[in-house]
């Protein structure tokens, strides 16, 4: 059987080192040949909330034409910019990117809700310009991500208003929502032990073709190593949208067990707990169809 290498969804790549939490592409390069990645797609971070460095999109753009041969990437748009209006049209920005390059949009970081008529602007624009969109979720209380309650009731409100537009699902807050038993406490965190039915990721996955699933950082792969009979399945089950990742952003996540998830994916095909189409598609075939079609 022969094992693939994998498209990372998620990763982030610097042009300089500020410090020891930044990491030059010939640094990921190292990583992936570890663990046997071919390409990754590069997030800009162009939101100051969780970055001490933002980054524009002309500086992600220039890392991947540099390295075209492992890396692809996303552009970025803070949905304030523009004097902060909700009625900004932001596709000609998203054209121009999608000119140089540019196959999706995130991650998104700005600490706004899911539903801010702002935010809604720029999904507006994704959707129109087909664009994908990587999300991190946050709190209202200093942190970064958008915002959504327990549920996630402003994330289906966007999955139904905006059908066409593909929404990538990522981090502790969007995971944790795997298990019927995540409560307003635990959805903050990486919730330990067996997932139980009713988990509103499959919930929302059956009812909109829209909703992606980002496997990256330990929330990803908490998601599926915390119960690996129901990972399994979960895995077969939405094989068609879940995508591998790792959203290494600094050298010493070389020791983080979320790059754990490529042997996990490979073990589960060797053993035969996921079909071997199921291990393709999320390998590495998702992602071709948003980078190379």
């Given at each position: 059987m022969e094992l693939l290498k994998k498209i990372d969804i998620h990763v982030h790549g610097y042009r300089y080192a500020y410090d020891d939490n930044h990491i030059l592409p010939e640094q990921i390069c190292e990583i992936y040949d570890k663990i046997g990645v071919e390409r990754g797609v590069l997030m800009t971070v162009s939101s100051?909330?969780?970055?001490?460095?933002?980054?524009?999109n002309e500086d992600v753009a220039y890392i991947a034409?540099?390295?075209?041969?492992?890396?692809?990437?996303?552009?970025?748009?803070d949905p304030r910019i523009d004097n902060n209006y909700p009625g900004t049209d932001f596709t000609f920005l998203l054209e121009h990117y999608k000119a140089l390059g540019a196959r999706g949009v995130g991650e998104i970081t700005a600490n706004l809700y899911f539903d801010d008529p702002r935010v809604m602007s720029?999904?507006?624009?994704?959707?129109?310009?087909?664009?994908?969109?990587?999300?991190?979720?946050?709190?209202?209380?200093?942190?970064?991500?958008?915002?959504?309650?327990?549920?996630?009731?402003?994330?289906?409100?966007?999955?139904?208003?905006?059908?066409?537009?593909?929404?990538?699902?990522?981090?502790?807050?969007?995971?944790?929502?795997?298990?019927?038993?995540?409560n307003e406490v635990t959805m903050h965190g990486w919730p330990e032990g067996k997932v139980t039915d009713g988990g509103r990721i499959s919930e929302l996955m059956r009812k909109y073709p829209n909703l992606y699933g980002d496997l990256s950082a330990f929330s990803g792969y908490n998601a599926l190593a915390r119960d690996p009979e129901f990972a399994y399945t979960f895995l077969e089950e939405f094989s068609d949208r879940l995508l591998f990742g790792t959203d290494v952003?600094?050298?010493?996540?070389?020791?983080?067990?979320?790059?754990?998830?490529?042997?996990?994916?490979?073990?589960?095909?060797?053993?035969?707990?996921?079909?071997?189409?199921a291990y393709k598609s999320i390998s590495r075939g998702n992602a071709e169809k948003i980078l190379f079609k």
């Open positions: 100051p909330e969780g970055a001490l460095y933002t980054q524009t034409k540099k390295h075209s041969e492992r890396f692809s990437w996303f552009c970025n748009i720029l999904f507006r624009a994704c959707e129109a310009c087909d664009m994908p969109v990587i999300f991190h979720m946050g709190n209202s209380d200093g942190d970064y991500g958008l915002i959504d309650g327990f549920g996630l009731p402003k994330l289906e409100k966007v999955l139904k208003a905006f059908p066409r537009l593909k929404l990538l699902g990522h981090s502790q807050r969007f995971w944790s929502h795997i298990s019927g038993d995540v952003s600094s050298p010493i996540h070389i020791d983080r067990p979320m790059l754990k998830l490529a042997s996990f994916l490979d073990e589960a095909v060797i053993n035969g707990r996921i079909s071997y189409g």
